[in-house]
Antibody, heavy 122, light 107 residues
Framework: EVQLLDSGGGLVQPGGSQRLSCAAS????????ISWVRQAPGKGLEWVSA????????YYADSVKGRFTISRDNSKNTLYLQMNSLRVEDAAIYYC???????????????WGQGTLVTVSS | DIQMTQSPSSVSASVGDRVTITCRAS??????LAWYQQKPGKAPRLLIY???SLQSGVPLRFSGSGSGTDFTLTINSLQPEDFATYYC?????????FGQGTKLEIK
């Protein structure tokens, strides 16, 4: 059974940093692109970033480019999102999401973590 | 970026009804489109991918159609567990983008 466990959320001040993690199991982790998708309270879904299975290719939404860094450690079956220069508008539940197919970029997401809440406030 | 617009934003229906939700892309995405269902406090669930392919484990009353810029999600014979929010998502290009969501409520 595929499982994704998000962690690392919490309260951070504007301008601060936070690192999210997503521990995966139940599939060949290194074969699949993984994305981060966020959802502000009461709002819709926003794709944030993706990384290829090898970790060699990354993609970002314009809203986070230059501030967030996605990475993965395939030896630990873990995905990360390093978030710097956090803004109030970055506050959201962050989900990691596994791509359905073993494609480099990842298209659609067939398994999701439970989400981790990031609150940005002074 | 490709903008995804869903309509309606909300819809009320009864158990047993048929409901159709539409999703329009600001530029052609071929068949690179997925549909998700989300219930309060839960992660989204993939229903349809490649515009019309049913994800494993999803009931047959769900179906998707369309290509290019116009897509539909149809739910036949609504069941109580179908009342949720539905999102479309394009996978034609980066950044991936979602529609704003359609909330399906019980009439």
């Amino acid at each position: 059974e595929v499982q994704l466990l998000d962690s690392g959320g919490g309260l951070v001040q504007p301008g601060g940093s936070q690192r999210l993690s997503c521990a995966a199991s139940g599939f060949i982790f290194s074969s699949y692109a993984i994305s981060w998708v966020r959802q502000a309270p009461g709002k819709g879904l926003e794709w944030v970033s993706a990384v290829s299975g090898s970790g060699g290719t990354t993609y970002y939404a314009d809203s986070v480019k230059g501030r967030f860094t996605i990475s993965r450690d395939n030896s630990k079956n873990t995905l990360y999102l390093q978030m710097n220069s956090l803004r109030v508008e970055d506050a959201a539940i962050y989900y990691c999401a596994k791509s359905r197919e073993a494609a480099v970029a990842g298209n659609w997401f067939d398994s999701w973590g439970q989400g981790t809440l990031v609150t940005v406030s002074s | 970026d490709i903008q995804m617009t869903q309509s309606p934003s909300s819809v009320s229906a009864s158990v047993g009804d048929r409901v159709t939700i539409t999703c329009r892309a600001s530029q052609g995405v071929s068949s690179w489109l997925a549909w998700y269902q989300q219930k309060p406090g839960k992660a989204p669930r993939l229903l349809i991918y490649a515009a019309s392919s049913l994800q494993s484990g999803v009931p047959l009353r769900f179906s998707g159609s369309g290509s290019g810029t116009d897509f539909t999600l149809t739910i036949n014979s609504l069941q109580p567990e179908d009342f949720a929010t539905y999102y479309c998502q394009q996978a034609n290009s980066f950044p991936r983008t979602f529609g704003q969501g359609t909330k399906l409520e019980i009439k």
